[in-house]
């Protein structure tokens, strides 16, 4: 099977050349993972269109040797990485003119980067590796398949041994040990398990609050697979619902389900994020639904394309992307039911399978 990275950075070349760049300089990490296959948390990637060159310090030569595919040049730097980057500089010919991601150059390294490069010229570039990783490959798309699976099965696990008088932290503790024992390979993001009127919070933090019999549980949690994230959310009751609590999580769910039906390429992240909107609209709950529809998945649990009312970007076939409608009361309780879904010319295809039905936890 042919190696992707190396395909990856011959369509990063070709739009260098069509920006007018000589090069790129690549900082932020999960660029130069997509790029190079390098897991490690310490490395600069100069990519031009007749080279490549991949630079980090001596924790990482070992690794490197074994995980960096297509680059001309390893080079491993006992000091400094921006001392290696300007001396390997210096070696080219005449002056050029070089990209960096602006979006991943703290100042202080963009400070440095006018002092001691101050032979070339910068351009500040937004988005080109992103722009390439929207679209994922099919062996993307089956390892965050495979990271719902992990997510899917610690939840269920979880659920089986949630009962009243947990507290939110612990029940986040137990869903971190079942994703561990699943398979993931880390926590994409902070684990949310919210009880009660705090479920009204979409981005509440597990805190000391015991769970009583009759609270709605939100539970948001991730996995990763080979560096891929699956991004799921449930809300259960423990014990039994009321009819209120089951008329909102009835309108979450046709809301989940109308978009995954509906959602396809060719809509704007606008007229997706309209779809489950009418229906919550319909139901009396639009103005509890504050947050966009979905986001972009892949080696970040958050990137593009969004999914809300502010965007007008065209959703591309190839995009693995989240459905997330959420309805949300403050101190009563909030209801968010999301799955992740691979976006192809037929439509919507699942990638994360676990009932959405209200759950009531005896």
């Not at 080279?51 to 490197?64: H, N, S, V």
């Not at 400094?80 to 300007?86: D, E």
């Not at 639009?286 to 970040?300: P, S, V």
Request: proline share 4%; charged share 25%.
């Amino acid at each position: 099977m042919a190696e992707p990275q190396r395909s990856r950075q011959a369509a990063l070349a070709e739009l260098l050349i069509g920006s007018n760049l000589d090069g790129l300089l690549v900082c932020g990490l999960p660029n130069i993972r997509y790029l190079t296959g390098f897991s490690g948390s310490s490395a600069l990637l100069f990519i031009s269109p007749t080279e490549t060159w991949f630079l980090t310090d001596i924790r990482y030569e070992a690794q490197a040797a074994s995980e960096v595919i297509g680059a001309s040049r390893v080079i491993v730097e006992p000091s400094s990485l921006w001392k290696g980057l300007f001396e390997q500089l210096a070696s080219r010919p005449g002056t050029a003119a070089f990209g960096f991601e602006s979006a991943h150059l703290p100042h202080r390294d963009f400070e440095r980067l006018l002092k001691e490069g101050a032979r070339w010229t910068w351009r500040p570039t937004v988005d080109l590796v992103e722009g390439l990783r929207i679209r994922k490959e099919p062996r993307e798309v089956e390892a965050i398949r495979l990271a719902g699976i992990i997510a899917t099965s610690a939840l269920e696990r979880t659920l089986s041994e949630v009962r009243a008088g947990l507290t939110e932290g612990e029940v986040a503790g137990l869903l971190e040990r079942a994703l561990r024992d699943a398979g993931t390979e880390g926590f994409p993001f902070g684990t949310i398990a919210a009880a009660g009127e705090r479920s009204a919070l979409p981005h509440a933090r597990a805190g000391g609050r015991p769970i009583a019999r009759g609270d709605f549980l939100l539970l948001d949690f991730g996995a990763v697979y080979q560096g891929y994230c699956a991004d799921v959310t449930r809300t259960v009751v423990v014990g039994k619902a009321s009819e209120r609590q089951r008329e909102v999580h009835s309108a979450v769910l046709e809301a989940n389900q109308r978009a995954r039906e509906m959602v396809r390429p060719g809509m704007t992240g606008r007229e997706a994020d309209a779809v489950a909107r009418g229906v919550l609209e319909g139901r009396g709950l639009g103005d509890a639904f504050g947050h966009g529809l979905g986001h972009g998945l892949g080696l970040e649990v958050h990137e593009a394309p969004r999914l809300s009312r502010l965007s007008e970007e065209v959703l591309p076939a190839g995009a693995v992307v989240t459905i997330e409608p959420g309805a949300y009361l403050g101190g009563w309780g909030g209801i968010r039911i999301e799955d992740n879904v691979h976006l192809t010319a037929g439509g919507a295809e699942l990638l994360t399978d676990f009932p959405r039905e209200l759950i009531e936890l005896s």
